[in-house]
């Protein structure tokens, strides 16, 4: 079983759509999640950095972590065709340390 | 946030010779450069964790000699791949953390093709 799962997709929807993106992990060690978006052959892009449990939002993003069930999401409103990319999810046990990543989801905001 | 850069962001090389790639943090000084590399439709695979001044902690199954790593300075590390074959061909792509930041930031990637 790997440490972080992540559907990888592909997800397709249509242009103002709430997109729901989950990961979830096995090791309890794990204190900082993050979401990168990934255009094609370009390095990925932080999008949302969260400490611990909770929820954070930024502009048209909200990530939740949920420690208790190992279970982290990432929202997106009013999806737009640019938000078309591949979604990683990451996490770290602690600051500067290496980060485990999920399989990265595929995203098709359709027009 | 923070940002990084890598230079070239695309190479070709016949097999067998040595190419090195940048990896510069503009705004920040990075204690830890972290190397991967992605093949396509694949997630990243971490290949090498290096921190300014010491040497680099390879991920198992990544060969030291093949992939070396420099963390001379805050700013810099470079990664040169010696004797590239066309297996090597890849995404190569760097990541910053520093004091300041929990996060990782990443740079923009090198594509990297051996003839």
């Known amino acids: 079983q790997k440490e972080v799962e992540q559907d990888p997709g592909p997800l397709s929807v249509p242009e103002g759509a709430i997109v729901s993106l989950n990961c979830t992990y096995s090791?309890?060690?794990?204190?900082?999640f993050m979401w990168y978006r990934q255009y094609s052959r370009k390095g990925p892009e932080l999008l949302m950095y969260t400490y611990s449990s909770g929820n954070k939002e930024d502009g048209r993003f909200t990530a939740q972590v949920d420690k208790s069930s190992k279970y982290i999401s990432l929202f997106i409103r009013d999806s737009q065709p640019s938000d078309s990319a591949t979604y990683l999810c990451?996490?770290?046990?602690?600051?500067?340390?290496?980060?485990?990543f999920g399989s990265g989801t595929q995203l098709t905001v359709l027009p | 946030g923070a940002v990084v850069s890598q230079h070239p962001s695309w190479v070709i090389c016949k097999s067998g010779t040595s190419v090195k790639i940048e990896c510069r943090s503009l705004?920040?000084?990075?204690?830890?450069m972290f190397w991967y590399r992605q093949f396509p439709k694949q997630s990243l695979m971490l290949m090498a964790t290096?921190?300014?001044?010491?040497?680099?902690?390879?991920e198992q199954g990544v060969e030291k000699d093949k992939f070396l790593i420099n963390h001379a300075s805050l700013t810099l590390s470079t990664l040169t791949v010696t004797s590239a074959h066309p297996e090597d061909s890849s995404f190569y792509i760097c990541?910053?953390?520093?004091?300041?930041?929990?996060?990782?930031?990443f740079g923009p990637g090198t594509r990297l093709t051996v003839l």
């Open positions: 705004d920040f000084q990075a204690t830890t």
């Open positions: 290096s921190n300014e001044g010491s040497k680099a902690t390879y």
């Open positions: 090791n309890s060690a794990f204190q900082y």
């Open positions: 990541s910053a953390s520093g004091r300041s930041y929990n996060e990782q930031f």
């Open positions: 990451a996490m770290s046990g602690g600051r500067g340390r290496q980060l485990t």
